[in-house]
């Protein structure tokens, strides 16, 4: 049987078999739901690197190795590429060239479970947002004060909820984020076919599994709770059919000092390589800050 018909049998026995723990058993649905909500897909998009490899490094946490890359000058500022769900940190090197030729300093790194990292706590081919929120603090604290903050898609999510626990960053570009992880455990159950008593019990086990409300990773919420949010952009593309355009919207309105740049028919993923998405990122981490402007200023004097 071909690939794609054997791919399209498997999905059509889960939709059928959650449909019918929706009506008989909704809290075993809950826990083989849970399952596949933790686990990471495989990676999607291109393969090939934008940028060539940069010096090697790896951070400990809880005990387990987070590789990265790091590009540029050591005592330049640096600016953290965060990747998304079943991502890793090559994926945004485009990036790279226009930054570190502005004499930047730029750091990658993949997430537990992801790329060429240890399985976090969650074990392999598992992982929440906390682990990447926390891989991407101890990257910062190994590799010094971030510039700037360049994340992707669920990586934004991490970005913000490490901001909002104390991660200092002096600009933040997300792009296609997602802005509530909630409303996606609707979308999570029309794809598997199963109803609200399941989807009501996979979000309280959610919830006791990260130790939070799934409120806690909500985007436009967080930027009322950092007390000085730092200026963020949005890129977002109006087709993006993973993450809606209305999330970017919908966190443009609540963060101070944003500004939302929108595409089209460029994905979820394309839209990190277009030269165009990529000159305009650079553009506003390189724009001079109140901060960068003084140190410049005193270095003249």
């Given at each position: 049987m071909p690939a794609h018909r054997l791919a399209a049998v498997k999905k059509s026995t889960i939709v059928r078999s959650f449909a019918l723990?929706?009506?008989?058993?909704?809290a075993v649905g809950a826990r083989w739901a849970?399952?596949?909500w933790f686990r990471i897909p495989s990676p999607r998009g291109r393969r090939d690197r934008s940028a060539e490899p940069g010096r090697p490094f790896q951070v400990r946490l809880d005990g387990r190795a987070v590789a990265g890359e790091v590009w540029g000058d050591e005592a330049a500022e640096a600016v953290y590429l965060v990747h998304g769900w079943g991502g890793w940190g090559a994926q945004?090197?485009?990036?790279v060239g226009p930054l570190t030729g502005a004499g930047l300093r730029v750091v990658?790194?993949?997430?537990p479970s992801h790329g060429a990292s240890d399985p976090g706590p969650e074990g392999p081919g598992r992982s929440t947002i906390l682990e990447l929120a926390d891989a991407l603090a101890a990257v910062v604290a190994a590799n010094g004060p971030a510039h700037a903050v360049i994340a992707h898609s669920l990586g934004a999510t991490a970005a913000a909820y490490a901001l909002d626990h104390g991660l200092a960053a002096g600009r933040m570009a997300f792009v296609s984020p997602m802005a509530d992880p909630l409303p996606y455990t609707r979308v999570f159950a029309g794809r598997l076919g199963f109803g609200e008593?399941?989807?009501?019990?996979l979000v309280a086990r959610?919830?006791?599994?990260?130790?939070a409300s799934m409120s806690a990773f909500a985007v436009p919420a967080m930027a009322g709770r950092v007390a000085t949010p730092p200026p963020l952009l949005l890129v977002h593309d109006r087709h993006d059919?993973?993450?809606g355009w209305s999330d970017s919207a919908a966190i443009a309105r609540s963060w101070p000092g944003t500004r939302l740049h929108s595409?089209?028919?460029l994905g979820h993923r394309r839209i990190l390589r277009d030269p165009g998405v990529v000159a305009e990122v650079a553009r506003f981490v390189l724009e001079p800050s109140a901060a960068r402007s003084g140190r410049a200023a005193h270095a003249r004097s």
């Open positions: 723990l929706e009506r008989v058993a909704p849970e399952a596949l945004l090197d485009a990036f990658a790194f993949d997430a008593r399941t989807r009501t019990r959610i919830e006791r599994r990260v130790g059919t993973e993450t595409t089209s028919d």
